[in-house]
Structures are given as C-alpha cells and as structure tokens.
C-alpha cells in the first residue's frame, strides 16, 4: 500500500496522525495540491475528485476519503483500538470525530474561503457565509469542550481517531488564522497536551 499525501492539508494530517498512533508504517509519496498535481490526469485517475489523501491498495485500486482510509485500515490493524471495542464505544467516538470534522475542520475551512486573500478572486467570499460559519464553530467548540472535561482524550482515556481529526482541525484554524473562542478551555488543554506527542510531529 501506499498513501498519497499533502503536508500542509488537514484531511492527510489526520490520517498521518492516525499512522502514527497505531506505530503502522506505510509509504508516502507527496501530492502538492498547491501546484496542481491533483489535477493532473494521471492522478484523476487515482481520484477523480482531485483530493488527499489517496491509500493505494496492493490490486491497484484506490480508497479517496480520509475517515474511510482510517477505518479500512482499523479493520486490518485493530489493536490498538482507535474507534473502540463495543458498539456503544465505537458510536461516541464516531459521534465526536464527526463533530470534530463537520462542525470544526470543515467551518474553519468556510471562514478561511470567505477571508483569506489568497481566496480571494479564486471564488465568490461572503462575509455572511463567513459569520455563520463562525457561529457554528464556536457551537461545535463548546459541544466539544464539555465532552472532553477533564479526560486526556476527546473520547476518554485513550486517543481514538476523533483526536487525530481534531487536531488536524484546531492546526488548521491555527494556519488559517481563525480564532477559537477563548472560553473553551478544555479544548486548549486538550490541544497542548496533545501536540507534546509524537504522533501531533506526524
């Protein structure tokens, strides 16, 4: 197998996170999005949608979507256990990464489209799109704020794959320069304590 990758994107830092965690080793080879080398034919043919990261299988095939990857390789690698070990675990650490993507990394990703000059000319910026996806983040903030207490981990006492896609996120916002609503303290704890492991390097 082998993992097509983009440093600087949070979608492929969540899986590298993940890798990381588990101690699984795979090769990557390096897609720079920036200079459009995902929209080249060659890897339109790996994914037509143009996106990181890319898993190659061994028959040649192709997974395309970073939460699918995780949880194949999860499948092949379950020990440790990132998505939990009884379906009740294994719903609430689902439900708090989905919290973690939809309602943080993919807001941040709004606010930073509708603010950044390096958007801007490249699509249509709203300021209204841009408020509400402010607003919306600092909900999904606060949701994940109380669910983390005082836990070392977003889903409790271990890190599970929710810790690897909040990261990407909070990391995200941090290059975007998107501010986080300072009263989510937890969510800060959460974010130092968790980039001192070597997996946040990842």
């Known amino acids: 197998m082998k ?9 492929p830092k969540k899986v590298r996170v993940y890798l990381a965690e588990k101690g699984i080793s795979l090769p990557l080879e390096p897609v720079n999005i920036a200079a459009g080398e995902s929209r080249t034919p060659e890897f339109l043919k790996k994914n037509p949608l143009g996106g990181v990261p890319v898993l190659e299988l061994d028959d040649g095939s192709y997974l395309t979507e970073s939460l699918v990857i995780i949880e194949y390789l999860e499948e092949l690698h379950p020990t440790p256990p990132m998505i939990g070990t009884s379906p009740l675990e294994r719903a609430r650490v689902r439900e708090l990464e989905r919290i973690a993507e939809l309602g943080i990394l993919q807001r941040v990703g709004t606010i930073f489209q509708n603010t950044s000059p390096f958007f801007a ?3 249509k910026q709203s300021a209204d799109a841009a408020e509400t996806a402010r607003n919306q983040l600092n ?6 704020d109380a669910r983390i207490g005082n836990h070392p981990f977003v889903a409790g006492d271990r890190p599970t794959i929710a810790d690897c896609t909040l990261l990407a996120a909070l990391e995200f916002a941090e290059f975007g320069q998107v501010a986080l609503d300072p009263s989510c303290t937890n969510v800060a704890r959460w974010l130092r304590d968790f980039k001192q492991r070597p997996s946040a390097q990842a």
Not at 139 to 144: M, P
């Open 121 to 123: 000319g490249r699509v």
């Open 139 to 144: 909900t999904a903030l606060k949701v994940l």
């Open 3 to 11: 993992l097509y990758d983009f440093a600087m994107a949070p979608n």
